[in-house]
Nanobody, 121 residues
Framework: QVQLVESGGGSVQAGGSLRLSCAAP????????MGWTRQVPGKEREGVAR???????DYADSVKGRFTISQDNAKKVLHLEMNSLKPEDSAMYYC???????????????WGQGTQVTVSS
């Protein structure tokens, strides 16, 4: 069974940087999306960034210009470079993957366990 394994979370002061990684060896879709979502207790999970098998990226407005998503296609590893971190970026970050459909939609069907990011002011 394919698993997503996240790494790279931690604690940092505001203005600092962190890099999250997500390994997905054996993920089989040729046309796919992978991305990061985050969740704070008591709030809904929100999409942070997404990249598809064509290399097209999409970001939440709140992270544009600060976060960069990338992928190593050969190793099936997803990265999220997070710069200029703010306390409001503190959350549990989840890696996700799913097929890219004919209409461009990307329903995630595989999730990682999550990695905590804490940004102190």
């Amino acid at each position: 069974q394919v698993q997503l394994v996240e790494s790279g979370g931690g604690s940092v002061q505001a203005g600092g940087s962190l890099r999250l990684s997500c390994a997905a060896p054996g993920y089989g879709y040729t046309s796919y999306c992978m991305g990061w979502t985050r969740q704070v207790p008591g709030k809904e999970r929100e999409g942070v960034a997404r990249i598809d098998s064509d290399g097209i990226t999409d970001y939440a407005d709140s992270v544009k210009g600060r976060f960069t998503i990338s992928q190593d296609n050969a190793k099936k590893v997803l990265h999220l470079e997070m710069n200029s971190l703010k306390p409001e970026d503190s959350a549990m970050y989840y890696c996700a993957a799913g097929p890219k459909l004919w209409n461009g939609r990307c329903p995630y069907d595989l999730w990682g366990q999550g990695t905590q990011v804490t940004v102190s002011s």
